[in-house]
Nanobody, 122 residues
């Protein structure tokens, strides 16, 4: 079992930055691939970024590439999402997820956090 708790969301102006954190419980965190997803108002939950168990492989949605950076610290059982140059369309609830597969698909993730709200004002 892995429990995930996101933090770091908030209200920011367009062009600003936020760093989301996702703290995981359990000693097996380092064996899981981690992903960030988001769900905007009236939209489906969509893939944002993912990172392999070692941190050696990352992948991003086209909409965030070059602006967002995913990273992890296995010693701290934490995964991060650094978000720069934020746009109003980035407004969403952001979720972290853990799974055995390094994938962009929601179905590949077994454990989910409760989400943290990010609001970008224009």
């Amino acid at each position: 079992q892995v429990q995930l708790v996101e933090s770091g969301g908030g209200l920011v102006q367009a062009g600003g930055s936020l760093r989301l954190s996702c703290a995981a419980s359990g000693r097996t965190f380092s064996s899981y691939a981690m992903g960030w997803f988001r769900q905007g108002p009236g939209k489906e939950r969509e893939f944002v970024a993912r990172i392999s168990w070692s941190g050696g492989s990352t992948y991003y949605a086209d909409s965030v590439k070059g602006r967002f950076t995913i990273s992890r610290d296995n010693a701290k059982n934490t995964v991060y999402l650094q978000m720069n140059s934020l746009k109003p369309e980035d407004t969403a609830v952001y979720y972290c997820a853990a799974g055995q597969l390094t994938t962009t698909q929601r179905q590949g993730y077994v454990y989910w956090g409760q989400g943290t709200q990010v609001t970008v004002s224009s």
